[in-house]
Nanobody, 125 residues
Framework: QLVESGGGLVQPGGSLRLSCAAS????????IGWFRQAPGKEREGVSC????????YYTNSVKGRFTVSRDNIKNRVHLQMNSLKPEDTAVYYC????????????????????WGQGTLVTVSS
């Protein structure tokens, strides 16, 4: 099971830190991805981090603003979101899939077998 937290209402230019907590399995061997879905739009892959933490990916629209990190001791992954824009408004989901060590993470939703319930991020003045 994956549970997201940290969403909320923030003004443009503000920051939020999303967390994804895993239960029932350890994240050590899993790549973790962050996806988002805005009202009326398709789900979009935002970022992912490999099981080793050595590989990360960011979609172009969040590069330089978002940072993904993992804390295997606490069995969770974080998404630090800075310089937020109104177009970042969406429900954010974390997801996980088991992968070989040292492999790069991928953003293909079909690879992910575990999904959280989502947390709403609203960027508005």
């Amino acid at each position: 099971q994956l549970v997201e937290s940290g969403g909320g209402l923030v003004q443009p230019g503000g920051s939020l830190r999303l967390s994804c907590a895993a239960s029932g399995f350890t994240v050590d061997y899993y790549a973790i991805g962050w996806f988002r879905q805005a009202p009326g739009k398709e789900r979009e892959g935002v970022s992912c981090i490999s099981s080793s933490g050595g590989s990360t990916y960011y979609t172009n629209s969040v590069k330089g603003r978002f940072t993904v990190s993992r804390d295997n001791i606490k069995n969770r992954v974080h998404l630090q979101m800075n310089s937020l824009k109104p177009e970042d408004t969406a429900v954010y989901y974390c997801a996980a899939y088991r992968q070989p060590l040292f492999a790069a993470c991928v953003m293909a939703p079909g690879r992910y077998g575990y999904w959280g319930q989502g947390t709403l991020v609203t960027v508005s003045s």
